[in-house]
Nanobody, 127 residues
């Protein structure tokens, strides 16, 4: 059974940094793209960043230059380094991964492409 577990969220002041982790279990994801999404209260879930199987990231314009995605395939873990955080980054952050049929496909910025989701980790940025 595939499971994704996020960690690393918390409360931080504007301008601060946080590093989120997403540990996958139940299957190896080294040949699959993965992604991060976020959802703020009263808003729809939105794409943040994705990383393909070779480690290339694709970022939403709102986080480009501030967030960095990476992965450690040996640990089946994906990371999101967030810098220069803003109050508008406040949200629950979710990691996501696709089904096995998506092997070696580049991930997309659409939630429906992903089949597995973590429980989310809260990030709160105070002004």
């Amino acid at each position: 059974q595939v499971q994704l577990v996020e960690s690393g969220g918390g409360l931080v002041q504007a301008g601060g940094s946080l590093r989120l982790s997403c540990v996958a279990s139940g299957r190896t994801f080294s040949n699959y793209g993965m992604g991060w999404f976020r959802q703020a209260p009263g808003k729809e879930r939105e794409f943040v960043v994705a990383i393909n199987w070779s480690g290339v990231g694709t970022y939403a314009d709102s986080v480009k230059g501030r967030f960095t995605i990476s992965r450690d395939n040996a640990k089946n873990t994906m990371y999101l380094q967030m810098r220069r955080l803003k109050p508008e980054d406040t949200a629950v952050y979710y990691c996501a991964a696709p089904d096995e049929q998506r092997r070696l496909q580049d991930p997309v910025a659409v939630a429906g492409w992903y089949d597995y989701w973590g429980q989310g980790t809260q990030v709160t940025v105070s002004s």
